[in-house]
């Protein structure tokens, strides 16, 4: 693994495209970026978009990966030696890369009572881009963060006993517990563990939530060494007013 402040199309041709074996290979940026070429093309890409993933295949294979959250590149050829360079958390690059939570109808203050999240937790916003597929697009995303839960509070109805079937199916691990106020109410707090989930049930998961219309309301989780990251996908991806908002607090 490499990682780096900063890339162009430049620096990623020149530094680690011209460093593959000769091959033909499919790129592809799993969103509208798919095409198989020879690495004498490899150098003559012009569109790519570099705010999204970009996979290197050979033969159905990954070779080489570069991830934009982490800005990293990651190469599975032992061949290919890269320099390594220090790490940069997700905690740090989301924060570089991010601005203040323009906060529409007080969506934190909405999300820390929902979530029972501290008062004095800080709230960044980042980009997403139009995509063609946002399902495809988002379970990408959330492979490249380490998303490893999700939570969520539901009424007891049709798309919970779905996520519980999906689960169940899976074999996901996850906890469904009673969170109303009240003894009659029908809310549920669901919580599931995503370390065992591969991408294609993962896949199946964000295309539940999506066609659901209630992806705004789930609470996606990331483990660093220093704190827990909340991760909301607010917006249309496909209209492009896509936009990622994460929650943490400082110590």
């Not at 890409?45 to 033969?59: F, K, M, R, S």
């Not at 495809?136 to 109805?157: D, G, R």
Request: proline share 3%; with cysteine; net charge negative.
């Amino acid at each position: 693994m490499n990682s780096f402040q900063t890339m162009d199309l430049f620096t990623l041709k020149t530094d680690y495209l011209s460093r593959l074996p000769v091959g033909s290979y499919r790129v592809t940026d799993y969103c509208e970026l798919d095409v198989i070429v020879t690495k004498s093309q490899l150098g003559r890409l012009q569109y790519v978009d570099l705010t999204l993933p970009l996979g290197v295949y050979i033969e159905g294979r990954l070779f080489l990966l570069y991830d934009p959250y982490h800005r990293a590149i990651y190469s599975t050829h032992a061949q290919v030696d890269y320099p390594n360079e220090q790490s940069i958390s997700a905690v740090d690059f989301l924060c570089a890369n991010s601005r203040d939570f323009h906060d529409p109808d007080s969506y934190s203050l909405k999300s820390e009572d929902l979530y029972k999240l501290s008062s004095d937790s800080q709230w960044r916003e980042f980009g997403l881009p139009k995509v063609q597929s946002s399902p495809s697009f988002l379970s990408h995303l959330f492979k490249s963060l380490n998303v490893n839960s999700f939570q969520a509070v539901l009424k007891k109805n049709r798309f919970l006993s779905d996520l519980k079937g999906w689960a169940d199916v899976t074999k996901c691990e996850y906890s469904v517990e009673h969170y109303g106020k009240w003894m009659w109410s029908n809310e549920y707090m669901m919580t599931c563990h995503l370390q065992n989930v591969c991408e294609g049930e993962f896949l199946q998961l964000i295309t539940m939530i999506e066609e659901s219309d209630e992806l705004e309301g789930f609470r996606f989780l990331i483990e660093t060494e220093t704190s827990i990251l909340s991760l909301f996908i607010l917006g249309d991806l496909k209209r492009g007013d896509g936009v990622g908002v994460f929650q943490y607090e400082i110590d």
